[in-house]
C-alpha cells in the first residue's frame, strides 16, 4: 500500500510540474492587454494606466491592444481562443455583463470561459448635452422628451453596451422615448455632440469629464446614487427619478485554463499597482474608484451582474437578441 500511495504521489507531482514551472517562469515575455472600445475611451484609459504599473510589478512590458466592436465581445472571444498561458488578458468591463443578459447567444461562455484575476475600478454614468443645448436638466430632458417621443438621441459605445441599456433604463424609468445613436466607443461621442449631431451622451467620466469642467459641455446627471467626487457639481439623476442608479466596473480576466498559480500572482501585481499613490491619482482623475478582489470574489461578482442585468432587461422589455 505504501508504495502504491508512493507512485500515485509521484505521477501527481510529475503531472502538476510543469503547470508550477510555468507559474514560477511567469511572465516570461510581454503581456498583451485586450480591450474592446476605441481610442481614448474609458476602457482605452484604464488600460493604460494599468498596463504601465503592471509593467512595473511584473518586471515585463504589458502592451495595450485595442480591438473593438460589438460592444467588447470581440475582444473577449479573442482573448478565450488565445494560448492560456497568462501572456494574454483582458480588461473586461460591465458590458461583459450587459452582453451576457441581452444577447441570447455569444461565441463565448461569459462566465466559464475566463479565469478572473480581479477587479480594477467601479464608477457611474454621466449623462450630458452640449453648452449651447436649452436641456439645463434631467427634468428638462424628461419634458422635451415627453412633448416629442423619439426626437430626442442619445450615444452609446455600442449596441448592448452598458451605455445602452443605461440609456434605455432612464428612458423607460422617465417613461419617455428616446433614439439610441451607437458607436464604436472612443471620443467621436463628444466630438458629435458638441457638433450637434447627437443630443446627448450616456458615457463616463473618462470621456465627459475634461470637456464638463471646460464648459464645453453640460453634465445634467451622475447615475450614481450621491454625487460624485470627480464631478461633485454634477447631480445624481435619482434627484428626479427617485432610485435611478447605475454602478458599473472594470476588472482583469484571461483564458480559462490559464494556471491558478499564474491568476494569483497577476491578482497581487493588481492589488499592488492599485496601492500606488500615481494609479490612485490617475484613476481618480478619469472618475472611476480603484477597487480590487479576489480572482473568487471577481468571478462571483461577474455572475451576480449577469444576474442583474438580466431583470434590468426584463423589466425595461428589451427583446433579447
Known amino acids: 500500500m505504501p508504495t502504491r500511495r508512493l507512485a500515485v504521489a509521484a505521477i501527481l507531482s510529475s503531472a502538476l510540474a510543469p503547470?508550477?514551472?510555468?507559474?514560477?517562469?511567469?511572465p516570461s515575455r510581454p503581456l498583451m492587454l485586450v480591450h474592446g472600445f476605441g481610442a481614448g475611451g474609458n476602457a482605452d484609459?484604464?488600460?493604460r494606466v494599468m498596463a504601465n504599473a503592471l509593467t512595473g510589478e511584473l518586471g515585463e512590458?504589458?502592451?495595450?491592444?485595442?480591438?473593438?466592436g460589438a460592444g467588447g465581445n470581440l475582444a473577449s472571444e479573442q482573448v478565450t481562443r488565445a494560448q492560456p498561458d497568462g501572456h494574454t488578458i483582458i480588461l473586461l468591463t460591465?458590458?461583459?455583463?450587459?452582453?451576457?443578459?441581452?444577447y441570447k447567444t455569444l461565441r463565448f461562455k461569459p462566465v466559464d470561459d475566463f479565469a478572473f484575476a480581479s477587479l480594477v475600478a467601479t464608477f457611474p454614468f454621466l449623462i450630458a448635452t452640449r453648452a449651447e443645448s436649452p436641456l439645463k436638466s434631467i427634468a428638462d430632458v424628461v419634458a422635451a422628451a415627453r412633448q416629442e417621443p423619439g426626437k430626442l438621441t442619445f450615444s452609446s459605445v455600442g449596441f448592448g453596451s452598458t451605455q445602452h441599456l443605461t440609456g434605455e433604463l432612464f428612458a423607460g424609468t422617465a417613461g419617455v422615448k428616446l433614439t439610441h445613436v451607437p458607436y464604436r466607443g472612443g471620443m467621436q461621442p463628444l466630438s458629435d455632440l458638441i457638433s450637434g449631431r447627437i443630443d446627448l451622451v450616456v458615457d463616463t467620466i473618462t470621456v465627459t469629464?475634461?470637456?464638463?469642467?471646460?464648459g464645453t459641455i453640460r453634465g445634467l446627471g451622475v447615475t450614481s446614487p450621491q454625487a460624485w467626487p470627480a464631478l461633485p457639481e454634477v447631480p445624481p439623476v435619482a434627484g428626479t427619478l427617485p432610485g435611478f442608479q447605475v454602478p458599473s466596473w472594470i476588472g482583469i480576466a484571461a483564458p480559462a485554463a490559464t494556471p491558478p498559480a499564474v491568476i494569483a500572482k497577476l491578482n497581487a501585481a493588481i492589488g499592488a499597482a492599485l496601492q500606488s499613490d500615481k494609479v490612485k491619482e490617475q484613476l481618480g482623475f478619469l472618475g472611476v474608484k480603484p477597487e480590487g478582489s479576489t480572482p473568487d470574489g471577481m468571478k462571483a461578482f461577474v455572475a451576480a451582474e449577469i444576474a442583474r442585468w438580466q431583470g434590468v432587461v426584463e423589466?425595461?422589455?428589451l427583446e433579447r437578441i
Not at 503547470?19 to 511567469?26: K, N
Not at 460591465?94 to 441581452?102: D, I, K, P, T
Not at 469629464?209 to 471646460?214: E, L, Q
Open 209 to 214: 469629464g475634461a470637456a464638463i469642467r471646460a
Open 315 to 317: 423589466k425595461a422589455g
Open 94 to 102: 460591465g458590458g461583459h455583463a450587459v452582453s451576457a443578459a441581452l
Open 19 to 26: 503547470r508550477t514551472a510555468a507559474a514560477q517562469a511567469w
Open 61 to 68: 512590458q504589458v502592451v495595450v491592444e485595442a480591438k473593438p
Open 45 to 47: 484609459s484604464i488600460s
